[in-house]
């Protein structure tokens, strides 16, 4: 059984800071990437930026320069600093994990104010 954990989120006016943070339990072994997506209203879920077990960073063009993912092996975590924030970054954002399966948490909601 695997759990992501997702905490960080909250509300902050445009131009502010957040940083999400994911624990991961469970048949962590079995991962290969872990990520971040969100999800706006009336909108599809969006990848937002994932990490390969190799270091390999990937991240949406609307989220570069502004955003950085990290993953705390030690500590089986992934981080999303998120910077320079604006209002179209309001969405729920969720943590996720590709392995055997695709694993997700519960979603955070983040909030930037105009």
């Known amino acids: 059984q695997v759990q992501l954990v997702e905490s960080g989120g909250g509300l902050v006016q445009a131009g502010g800071s957040l940083r999400l943070s994911c624990a991961a339990s469970g048949r962590i072994f079995t991962f290969n990437a872990m990520g971040w997506y969100r999800q706006a209203p009336g909108k599809q879920r969006e990848l937002v930026a994932h990490i390969t077990n190799g270091g390999f960073r990937n991240y949406a063009d609307s989220v570069k320069g502004r955003f950085t993912i990290s993953r705390d092996y030690a500590k089986n975590t992934v981080s999303l600093q998120m910077n320079s924030l604006k209002p179209e970054d309001t969405a729920v954002y969720y943590c996720?994990?590709?392995?055997?399966?695709?694993?997700w948490g519960q979603g955070t909601q983040v909030t930037v104010s105009s």
């Open positions: 996720h994990a590709s392995g055997y399966s695709d694993y």
